[in-house]
């Protein structure tokens, strides 16, 4: 046979463009290739061959402005993902991922309707991707400014993972009610004016991720969280902090208030004056009850820090619960404060099971220099502390005036073994 026409022959045999070993991978992992290409890149795949002029219409993943030189203002790519969407239809999606840049000037008016387009097409291309039964879903608004999302709940047998970046979250789309399979949530830059944060009672959502988000629902109420399946929970207050419910199941928390909370009393030095009648220390519907400790009370693993003179935590301690499962402890200077370490004696005599307490006292992360390693004394514990607390970690930058007090007070509690392992 004379070589051309061999050739044409491997070509009709294998579909892919001459004797291409890609080309001749089955469908169902060509179109687990392409979901990791930005959407461009995998539509130009079409012109590759006639085998391929259709794959990129059922990847199993959509990048849409994956790339932050690719990611471009929502009117400039707005045609062609309306038809990117229109002609792979419903096709089942295991991921989408949607960066766009987005801004609005409602001083000019022609603009602000053009922005108003805008917001409502990535509505829609969200709730497309929801329909194409999506399992794991990213948003993500590069601009600065927030992107409001549709306020209607979420409804997906299908969703498995969500993820939120610098958007504008509101009253209904942060109910997880009708996600069965929601199993994990974060939710980063973003303002949350959502009264509830809600999965039901018998719901799979098990890790929960909420940072450097801005609760606004008002003066005198605070954002519910009401998840009472989660796992994990990580936490930074930073605006009004959110009231926890409770979780039965939680086996790790983390929970950071940060410089920006706005619990602080300006009545008081300290952040706060106790006074019942106080506004900024008691808001209307917190009824004299705790706002973060309550929810925490299951945890096996905490980290409570603080980077301000809230009253939070404080004031929470005044109804401090039980923390019976607890076994690993993680403490900042917050709640060593001399002369009497109430807050951290108090928590102690709370927590009857604990094993390990560590404390990051004027420092933070890396910045640690000096540590600390001690144990409590099987002889005169102090009453109330738990028995099986025998590792004690202390980690700052510096021994200094603070630090040392905070050490004599842990040496009046009989911690032995306190050795220098930096």
């Not at 929801?130 to 590069?142: E, M, P």
């Not at 600390?372 to 099987?378: A, D, K, V």
Request: hydrophobic share 35%; net charge neutral.
């Amino acid at each position: 046979m004379p070589p051309a026409k061999r050739g044409r022959r491997m070509v009709d045999q294998d579909g892919g463009g001459g004797g291409d070993r890609v080309g001749a991978l089955p469908d169902e992992v060509l179109h687990h290739m392409l979901s990791f290409l930005p959407v461009r890149d995998a539509v130009q795949t079409c012109v590759l061959a006639h085998r391929w002029r259709d794959l990129w219409k059922s990847a199993t993943g959509l990048r849409i402005g994956s790339d932050e030189e690719d990611t471009a203002r929502v009117r400039e790519i707005r045609e062609f993902v309306d038809h990117l969407l229109l002609l792979r239809g419903c096709a089942p999606l295991d991921m989408c991922e949607l960066k766009f840049w987005f801004d609005s000037d409602e001083d000019d008016e022609e603009e602000d309707e053009e922005s108003k387009n805008d917001a409502r097409r990535v509505n829609l291309w969200i709730r497309s991707a929801v329909a194409s039964k999506v399992r794991n879903l990213v948003l993500n608004n590069i601009c600065s400014g927030s992107f409001e999302l549709d306020d209607l709940p979420l409804v997906s047998r299908h969703l498995t993972r969500l993820e939120l970046f610098n958007l504008e979250l509101t009253n209904r789309f942060c109910n997880f009610s009708s996600c069965p399979a929601l199993e994990h949530v974060k939710i980063a830059n973003s303002t949350v004016s959502c009264p509830r944060i809600i999965s039901s009672s018998t719901g799979s959502l098990l890790r929960l991720i909420i940072t450097r988000c801005s609760f606004v629902v008002g003066t005198s109420f605070r954002t519910k969280i009401c998840v009472p399946s989660l796992v994990s929970l990580q936490l930074d207050s930073n605006s009004k902090t959110p009231l926890l419910e409770s979780m039965p199941s939680l086996a790790e928390a983390t929970v950071r208030v940060t410089a920006g909370c706005s619990d602080v009393c300006g009545n008081a030095d300290s952040g706060y004056c106790g006074f019942e009648d106080c506004k900024y220390c008691y808001p209307i519907d917190d009824n004299r009850n705790c706002v973060l400790l309550n929810g925490l009370s299951e945890a096996k693993n905490l980290a409570l820090t603080a980077e301000c003179k809230t009253f939070i935590f404080k004031r929470d301690l005044q109804w401090c619960p039980t923390f019976s499962k607890l076994k690993t402890l993680l403490l900042n200077d917050h709640w060593c404060v001399a002369p009497d370490f109430h807050a951290l004696s108090c928590i102690l005599k709370h927590s009857p099971v604990l094993e390990k307490l560590t404390l990051h006292l004027f420092s933070k992360g890396p910045e640690h220099k000096v540590e600390l390693n001690g144990s409590f004394g099987l002889m005169d514990r102090p009453t109330g502390i738990s028995e099986r607390l025998n590792i004690v970690e202390v980690k700052c930058k510096v021994v200094d005036e603070n630090v040392s007090k905070v050490l004599k007070f842990l040496c009046a509690c009989n911690i032995r073994k306190l050795t220098n392992c930096s």
